[in-house]
């Protein structure tokens, strides 16, 4: 598991991709696998965003074990809180799960709409 902080623009589309590699460097299958990201503002609290994949905002690409995260202008344009913290999990077909990245989440509240 890794530790990253994620800065986000509110009302502008963001992409970030975290790559899963084993001991060896090399890339996991991701082949049947499931992924979740949720927002929150401490652990334990109300959600306030979910993606998951594959249709909402998570996007899995097997071959080189990534994980790609986009959040919508739309999406974010709607958010009032500027900090929280998330992690995302991938269940692989398996039912191994694991911790795949985690931090906090900083949003730069947009002045002109």
């Known amino acids: 598991m890794s530790a990253y902080r994620l800065?986000?623009?509110q009302g502008e589309t963001y992409t970030a991709s975290?790559?899963?590699l084993d001991a060896n460097s090399?890339?996991?299958s991701l082949s049947g696998a499931s992924a979740k990201m949720q927002l929150r503002d401490k652990?334990?609290?109300t959600v306030l965003a979910t993606f998951t994949s594959p249709a909402s905002g998570l996007v899995i690409t097997v071959a080189t074990g990534t994980v790609t995260l986009t959040i919508?202008?739309?999406t974010s344009?709607?958010?009032t809180f500027t900090h929280c913290l998330y992690d995302i999990l991938v269940t692989l077909?398996?039912?191994t799960t694991k911790r795949l990245l985690e931090g906090d989440m900083y949003v730069s509240q947009?002045?002109?709409t």
């Open 7 to 9: 800065q986000v623009n």
């Open 43 to 45: 652990v334990g609290s």
């Open 77 to 79: 344009a709607a958010w």
């Open 93 to 95: 077909a398996d039912a």
């Open 72 to 74: 919508s202008a739309a």
């Open 26 to 28: 090399v890339p996991v």
């Open 110 to 112: 947009q002045v002109t």
């Open 18 to 20: 975290v790559q899963w």
